[in-house]
């Protein structure tokens, strides 16, 4: 079964918003990460969370996480047209990393 | 670096063959892994490596087989295909923590359809 489910399902935004989407989980995690997949391509690892952390910054991204609610959020700041994909949260206790269905997002120029 | 290298990127099948999907990793990564990926359903996990010589099983194991018998090669074996395997299959690479992965590296997928 899915550890991490992400809501929500789809987002349209204008080129230059905000973009925030949300993840639960259902058991304890060493960390949280958060992927984006361009259609048709690999995912690519956007920012790593650890359990004792409750938010990170890398460049327009900020993530926060809330053990207490077993939730994280990933927020993309001044969005771009190159923005426009899917985004994944990966979270597990072990060796096990499961992701969620996603949160496609697009961006309109 | 080329990172992770899948093989082949696409592949057609009948139901009832067998084959293999190669991925191999330059970054000395002990940890790999095999997802497929179904619309709206995310990445399964279908099996994992945490080194040479040790394979453990994932979310969905069955109807694949693995092995890793290097540190750089994991390759994922269809034992006999059945069109329930009809998916995008991605592999991924990580250093291994203590029971947790760090950041997986993703090949660009293999795309396999079973008719």
Redesign the interface.
């Known amino acids: 079964s899915q550890q991490g489910e992400e809501d929500p399902q789809a987002l349209s935004i204008q080129e230059g918003e905000n973009a925030t989407m949300n993840c639960s989980y259902k058991t304890s995690i060493n960390n949280l990460q958060w992927y984006r997949q361009n259609s048709g391509r690999g995912l690519v690892h956007l920012i790593l969370i650890r359990s004792n952390e409750r938010e990170k910054h890398s460049g327009r991204l900020r993530v926060t996480l809330d053990t207490s609610k077993k939730s994280s959020s990933l927020l993309i700041t001044a969005s771009r047209a190159a923005d426009t994909a899917s985004y994944f949260c990966a979270t597990s206790p072990d060796y096990k990393l499961s992701f969620g269905a996603g949160t496609t997002v697009t961006v309109r120029a | 670096n080329a990172g ?1 290298t899948q093989t082949p990127k696409f592949q057609v099948l009948k139901t009832g063959q067998s084959m293999t999907l190669q991925c191999a990793q330059d970054m000395n990564h002990e ?1 790999m ?1 095999w ?1 497929r990926q179904d619309p ?6 279908i099996h ?1 490596s ?1 080194g040479a010589g040790i394979t ?1 099983q ?2 969905v194991p069955n109807g694949y087989n693995v092995s890793r018998s290097t540190t750089e090669d994991f390759p994922l074996r269809l034992l006999s295909a059945a069109p329930s395997q009809t998916s995008v299959y ?1 592999c ?1 690479s990580s250093y ?2 203590q ?11 293999s795309r396999l359809t079973v008719l």
């Open positions: 992770v940890y892994s997802y709206g359903m995310g990445l399964r996990l994992y945490v453990d994932g979310e991605f991924a291994a923590g029971k947790n992965t760090g950041e997986l590296f993703f090949g660009e997928g």
